[in-house]
T-cell receptor, first 114, second 110 residues
Framework: DAMVIQNPRYQVTQFGKPVTLSCSQTLNHNVMYWYQQKSSQAPKLLFH???????NEADTPDNFQSRRPNTSFCFLDIRSPGLGDAAMYLC?????????????FGPGTRLLVL | GIQVEQSPPDLILQEGANSTLRCNFS?????LQWFHQNPWGQLINLFY???GTKQNGRLSATTVATERYSLLYISSSQTTDSGVYFC????????????FGKGTRLSVIA
């Protein structure tokens, strides 16, 4: 089945230690998104790629970076995780960038910062 | 930016009961999606419904775009329906991302 895959499902890191979260998709979608969701809150968009074009949300901290080496994979890098970065990180895809597109979400990676 | 308000924030149902979840939005939209987030965190698309009515099994949704609201109906609820239901919209004007409401947390008890 075509799907959005996130690895790992759970990640524990230390305060200040860089961490990378991975997302892959078999849908061949052009757009990939990264969301942060803190406990009991709605998902918040960090950034997205339309093909190779990177689009950062205005309030996304510089501590968060992303890479998309090819259509199928996208990575979220947190350069120096703080305690406040503990959250669920959700990857999503859509076929195109238009406002009419449906987004499909992966299962998420739950990040714990010690 | 656009405001998305969902009600009620929390809902407890006996298995077999019906419920209606509401999503109000403050501006015209051309994309509205309902999602179910299960207890393990997976967000699952339920409906893409910027206007009109759709049904999928025990779930149905109606969006009245001119009055800026959408309703999600759950009939004959089951314990597996538990989780958080999110409404998310894209504003008609401007190049804005999907904006989520705060969700309705549903607990269905046997």
């Amino acid at each position: 089945d075509a799907m959005v895959i996130q690895n790992p499902r759970y990640q524990v890191t230390q305060f200040g230690k860089p961490v990378t979260l991975s997302c892959s998709q078999t849908l061949n979608h052009n757009v990939m998104y990264w969301y942060q969701q803190k406990s009991s809150q709605a998902p918040k968009l960090l950034f997205h790629y339309y093909d190779k074009d990177f689009n950062n949300e205005a309030d996304t901290p510089d501590n968060f970076q992303s890479r998309r080496p090819n259509t199928s994979f996208c990575f979220l890098d947190i350069r120096s995780p703080g305690l406040g970065d503990a959250a669920m990180y959700l990857c999503a895809t859509s076929r195109d960038q238009g406002r009419l597109e449906t987004q499909y979400f992966g299962p998420g990676t739950r990040l714990l910062v010690l | 930016g656009i405001q998305v308000e969902q009600s009620p924030p929390d809902l407890i149902l006996q298995e077999g009961a019906n419920s209606t979840l509401r999503c109000n939005f403050s501006d015209s939209v051309n994309n509205l999606q309902w999602f179910h987030q299960n207890p393990w965190g997976q967000l699952i698309n339920l409906f893409y419904i910027p206007s009109g009515t759709k049904q999928n099994g025990r779930l149905s949704a109606t969006t009245v775009a001119t009055e800026r609201y959408s309703l999600l109906y759950i009939s004959s609820s089951q314990t597996t329906d538990s989780g958080v239901y999110f409404c998310a919209v894209v504003r008609l004007a401007g190049n804005t991302p999907l904006v989520f409401g705060k969700g309705t947390r549903l607990s269905v008890i046997a």
